[in-house]
């Protein structure tokens, strides 16, 4: 069976300090695809970062990276100098080669200015 | 990145009646699309994927004579809640995939109410 894990249903950072958002994962698939995605208060899903299973690099886009770990199942979303803005839920998600994307429990940060 | 557009954003309906929702992809072809149901604080449960032209496929648990989803074009797909009932009550969101994407584009979603 397939399935996300995010094991923090909350989290606090101050502002301006990073923040390490946790994900485990579980498949059997070879190939597959991680995702990260933001939703606000509003309810729109904001895409963040996507890593392949076969990238060999961290996924980094702006001031999010995604520290991969393969042998551990696991892909943490790091965010670096964290903004009021970023205050919201954080859903990390996982698509299998069937091409479903199965979702976290997500996690609500909150950053205090 | 890809636009995909989700209507209404909002909706009240009476116990009962049917509703309609609608996603459109705007600016590249869907040819797969999914809808999702979230309740409040929690995670998305994925309740269908439909290929363009081809009937959708419901999750387990999911009441497809409940749920009716249409997928006739590359850029819309809609689902309708028939005969909602105040248990319906929920956020539903649409994503989008187009061919060769890696990516699912989301919808803004549907705050549905039933009194």
């Known amino acids: 069976a397939q399935k996300i894990t995010q094991t923090q249903p909350g989290m606090f950072v101050q502002e301006k300090e990073a923040v390490t958002l946790d994900c485990t994962y579980d498949?059997?698939?070879?190939?597959?695809?991680l995702f990260w995605y933001k939703q606000p208060s509003s309810g729109e899903m904001i895409f963040l970062i996507y890593?392949?299973?076969?990238?060999?690099q961290n996924a980094t886009e702006g001031r999010y990276s995604l520290n991969f770990q393969k042998a551990r199942k696991s892909a943490n979303l790091v965010i670096s100098a964290s903004q009021l803005g970023d205050s919201a839920m954080y859903f990390c998600?996982?698509?299998?080669?069937?091409?479903?994307?199965?979702f976290g429990q997500g996690t609500e940060l909150s950053v205090k200015p | 990145g890809a636009v995909v557009s989700q209507h209404p954003s909002r909706v009240i309906c009476k116990s009962g009646t049917s509703v309609k929702i609608e996603c459109r992809s705007l600016?590249?072809?869907?040819?797969?699309m999914f809808w999702y149901r979230q309740f409040p604080k929690q995670s998305l449960m994925l309740m269908a994927t439909?290929?363009?032209?081809?009937?959708?496929?419901?999750e387990q648990g999911v009441e497809k004579d409940k749920f009716l989803i249409n997928h006739a074009s590359l850029t819309l797909s809609t689902l309708t809640v028939t005969s909602a009932h105040p248990e319906d009550s929920s956020f539903y969101i649409c994503?989008?995939?187009?061919?060769?994407?890696?990516?699912?584009?989301f919808g803004q979603g549907t705050r549905l109410t039933v009194v």
């Open positions: 998600a996982m698509r299998n080669q069937g091409g479903k994307l199965i």
């Open positions: 600016d590249f072809q869907a040819t797969t």
């Open positions: 890593q392949g299973s076969y990238d060999q």
């Open positions: 994503s989008a995939r187009g061919r060769g994407q890696s990516e699912a584009f």
């Open positions: 439909s290929n363009e032209g081809s009937k959708a496929t419901y």
């Open positions: 498949t059997s698939d070879p190939s597959y695809g």
